[in-house]
């Protein structure tokens, strides 16, 4: 699979979800403090990201 979610804990103990695609990571999240949380951070962007609307500030 070329792309998927990764839940990881950092350095400080939080929990993190970092997005990959052929191995680069594209984005990570903010620490959560359950593992709980940050499988929810990755529902919520499968559920709300296709219609995310693209915000041009260049």
């Given at each position: 699979m070329a792309h998927k979610f990764e839940i990881y804990k950092d350095k400080a103990g939080e929990?993190?979800?970092?997005?990959k695609y052929n191995s680069e990571v594209i984005?990570?999240?903010?620490g959560y403090s359950s593992k709980s949380?940050?499988?929810?951070?990755?529902d919520s962007i499968k559920k709300?990201?296709?219609?995310?609307?693209?915000?041009d500030k260049s």
């Amino acid at each position: 699979m070329a792309h998927k979610f990764e839940i990881y804990k950092d350095k400080a103990g939080e929990y993190r979800v970092r997005f990959k695609y052929n191995s680069e990571v594209i984005f990570s999240t903010e620490g959560y403090s359950s593992k709980s949380s940050a499988q929810n951070a990755i529902d919520s962007i499968k559920k709300n990201g296709p219609s995310a609307p693209v915000e041009d500030k260049s």
